[in-house]
């Protein structure tokens, strides 16, 4: 697992990397790179590759929520089935169950507000299990994915002015 783990810590800062230049970075040989790219797709420890996007960054970027969740479980239901159910919708961008104050965070992407209200109003709030909801709408993304959002502007300074 050793040869993986190195290899998925490249692959987390640059999924684009070749394998030759994983090969140089990891001082493993290109065939022992592959085969653990394999190994890691085969054993859904890699599920997929994805461009991290600053959204703000587009004409018609996307709007993104963080839902807070909470569930009431009975004896035939647990969090898996819960969750299983919230993550088949195309607009939940990530799922998570957390500890705290509520049971999941819920990541939402939609074209507008109003997308993203609807959705959880009519889709997930009615659910049996849930028994409150909160949406926070991101107004600023600073970093996703491990990737620092930049605004190419170096010097974040005030002037000064006699």
């Not at 479980?73 to 961008?93: H, N, S």
């Not at 507000?113 to 709030?125: G, H, L, P, T, Y």
């Not at 991101?138 to 002037?159: A, C, H, N, P, Q």
Request: a negative charge.
């Amino acid at each position: 697992m050793d040869a993986e783990r190195e290899v998925l810590d490249v692959l987390a800062r640059n999924a684009r990397e070749d394998i030759d230049d994983i090969a140089a970075q990891t001082g493993l040989d290109a065939d022992a790179v592959a085969e653990a790219i394999a190994t890691l797709e085969a054993n859904h420890v890699v599920h997929g590759y994805q461009a991290v996007v600053d959204w703000d960054r587009v004409d018609e970027g996307k709007i993104r929520a963080v839902a807070e969740i909470n569930v009431e479980l009975d004896r035939e239901t647990g969090y898996d089935q819960v969750a299983d159910r919230i993550a088949k919708f195309p607009a939940v961008d990530a799922l998570h169950l957390v500890s705290g104050d509520y049971d999941f965070a819920v990541e939402v992407l939609g074209e507008t507000m109003q997308d993203v209200s609807r959705f959880i109003s009519e889709q997930v709030a009615p659910m049996p299990e849930v028994t409150q909801t909160v949406t926070h709408y991101i107004m600023e993304t600073y970093k996703d994915g491990g990737v620092r959002f930049e605004d190419g502007d170096d010097d974040d300074r005030l002037s000064v002015s006699p």
